[in-house]
């Protein structure tokens, strides 16, 4: 849902996050503060006091200044599953997690400071292709320069090179004058971070559409990467040009953990108005949907939210509330305003990290691959598990494995027809295999000479799970993604 811009203007949005409060009912001893006491090293105290007039202590241990090794803000902060644990340990009281909440702690459900943070990593994205064009009275006016605005994120930032995330679709057009020379692909392209917005101008006369002098927020970006078959697509800029408009601007953060009923956030430009917040709540956590960016139609996987989008939202961050990134939207039902998709993020990393990876080894390869098990799965048993002790549940499947091709990884790690597929491990980090799609995630972050181990059950005993270290994964056992 990428917006078609005519002739542009300076485009202000005027942002208000609102406030959601809301509270637990309080009964017998609950908490009454948690305070950080002292820092000793990378260990931090935090004394927690109840209503009773005890006192308890909880230890952090944090990273060198912090997990990103810059400043120290990723360090851990104390949860309520820490004061929970450690409720236990002293009065030895056994309730579950969602009872313990009810019945002790009050909780502000304030989240005005995550989204704010999160507003550092936003931008609206403009992009330039050649199509045919019509005046008002329909006359042909030959092959003209056409603007197009979308919504991006800062995934990462380094020295030199700062990389935003959009869809494909944005940089991407069917209706480009191919014949007239020109290619699909976006020929300018750039970002304007939220609180410096501005926009490209159309001349009246000769159609090309510029940045007017007096524009000083306008980020130049080049295209180097993408996968139509997930809608995905990576923009470079130089960091001291970021910077150089916002000397704030952040990466993202990103989450994989969400569920149904999580409130979410979208942060994009609707209709080019300016980058602006509209709030809902995940309906369906992993749902299919059809698009057709290049006239051939794919399934995509999505998050289906009812958080509101529209034409220009295309490519901005769908966000939880504690501001971190859980998906890209890209889609929406025109008719339907409470059905809207996003790229989860587990797919948008891997395919985003690939194109990082093999175009920052060969600048020519603008997409990524996919390792190919060679192995033939069917969804099973599916069925939705509720966890008491979190008030979550989830949609659980059983992959049963149909048939495997001679030769192929699969059949290497000794896979056979009607085994279960239950984990798979890269390098030393295993996925849990809960649902089919689950594989295909783990399958999109594998590289030659990764290691894959694959754990399943055979005769429907679990005892008789094995994991089976395969070949490093070789490169006929990739694919290449349009």
């Not at 090179?161 to 290619?183: C, M, P, Q, R, W």
Request: with cysteine; charged share 25%; proline share 1%.
């Amino acid at each position: 849902m990428k917006k078609k811009i005519l002739a542009t203007t300076l485009a202000v949005a005027t942002l208000s996050l609102g406030v959601f409060a809301g509270c637990f009912a309080e009964r017998g001893v609950y908490v009454t503060s948690i305070e950080k006491s002292q820092t000793i090293g990378t260990v931090d105290y935090y004394t927690i006091k109840y209503s009773d007039g005890t006192t308890s202590e909880i230890t952090v241990t944090n990273g060198k200044n912090g997990s990103d090794g810059k400043d120290g803000s990723d360090a851990q902060d104390v949860t309520a599953e820490d004061v929970y644990e450690t409720y236990k340990k002293i009065y030895g009281e056994e309730l579950t997690f969602k009872q313990f909440c009810e019945k002790y702690l009050t909780v502000n459900t304030d989240n005005t400071a995550a989204l704010n943070s999160a507003l550092r990593s936003c931008a609206k994205v403009y992009t330039v292709f050649h199509e045919k064009g019509f005046d008002d009275f329909g006359r042909y006016l030959g092959v003209i320069e056409t603007s197009y605005c979308g919504s991006s994120v800062i995934y990462k930032m380094e020295d030199e090179y700062t990389y935003f995330l959009t869809n494909y679709h944005v940089i991407y057009d069917e209706k480009a004058a191919t014949s007239s020379g020109y290619d699909n692909f976006t020929e300018k392209t750039w970002v304007y971070m939220y609180g410096s917005e501005y926009a490209p101008v159309q001349n009246p006369y000769t159609y090309e559409i510029t940045i007017e002098e007096q524009d000083a927020y306008a980020i130049e970006c080049d295209y180097i990467g993408g996968a139509i078959t997930y809608d995905v697509a990576v923009l470079r800029a130089k960091t001291a040009d970021v910077l150089k408009v916002n000397p704030q601007a952040a990466a993202v953060k990103v989450s994989y953990d969400f569920s149904v009923g999580d409130n979410t956030y979208a942060v994009g430009n609707p209709d080019d108005g300016g980058i602006s917040v509209t709030e809902g709540i995940v309906s369906v956590d992993s749902d299919y949907i059809n698009l057709a960016i290049d006239g051939k139609s794919r399934s995509y996987r999505s998050i289906r939210t009812d958080t509101a989008l529209t034409h220009g939202s295309s490519g901005g961050g769908l966000f939880n509330m504690r501001g971190e990134l859980i998906g890209l939207n890209n889609a929406g039902d025109e008719e339907i305003t409470s059905m809207n998709f996003a790229i989860p993020a587990s797919v948008l990393t891997a395919v985003a990290d690939g194109v990082l990876y093999y175009n920052a080894a060969d600048s020519t390869v603008k997409t990524t691959f996919i390792t190919r098990l060679g192995v033939t799965v069917s969804s099973k048993n599916s069925r939705y598990v509720y966890d008491a002790a979190t008030g979550k549940g989830s949609i659980k499947e059983d992959t049963v494995v149909l048939s495997c091709e001679a030769d192929s990884l699969s059949a290497l790690a000794g896979l056979q027809k009607d085994d279960v597929i239950i984990s798979m491990t890269l390098n030393g980090k295993t996925t849990v295999i809960t649902r089919q799609f689950k594989m295909t995630d783990v399958l999109l972050s594998a590289r030659t000479g990764d290691i894959i181990k694959i754990g399943y059950t055979r005769g429907g005993v679990e005892a008789e799970s094995q994991e089976i270290t395969v070949r490093p994964v070789d490169v006929k056992d990739v694919d290449k993604l349009n």
